[in-house]
């Protein structure tokens, strides 16, 4: 399989369809059936921490790349453009790493997200106790 067609949906299907992205903005998810044709689902979250969507011309991207290291294809391929785009197959060390890189990732989000809750709730309470007064 080289192309994908993009499907927006509200909740992804039960069967998914061989050569369709199936993206719900709504729920923040992508799911579609492995390129390789072992018709394996493959789901992708989307977000901040995890795969970003884009659309143009009704021809989507998602970024980064897709591995599968946990199927038995361990297929590994970009999907670009309404193109699939395979790409080389990772090490154990790689695939490591990778999932080291991205938990690190999200740490350093969740973090940050935190911190500036934190100064947002300080700066209410401090508004809040001057009205008071």
């Known amino acids: 399989m080289t192309r994908i067609n993009l499907l927006k949906v509200k909740y992804l299907p039960t069967i998914l369809e061989p050569g369709v992205l199936y993206v719900s903005e709504e729920f923040e998810v992508a799911g579609h059936l492995c390129p390789c044709g072992c018709d394996n689902k493959i789901i992708t979250p989307l977000g901040p921490t995890d795969w970003t969507f884009t659309a143009f011309n009704n021809k989507p991207t998602l970024y980064p790349s897709i591995g599968n290291w946990q199927i038995p ?42 911190r500036k809750r934190n100064r947002k709730s300080i700066a209410k309470n401090i508004v809040n106790w001057l009205r008071k007064k």
């Open 73 to 114: 294809c361990r297929s590994h391929y970009w999907i670009s453009k309404g193109e699939i785009k395979w790409s080389y197959q990772w090490t154990e060390e790689q695939i490591f790493a990778g999932r080291q890189a991205e938990e690190e990732l999200r740490n350093v989000y969740y973090k940050k997200l935190a």
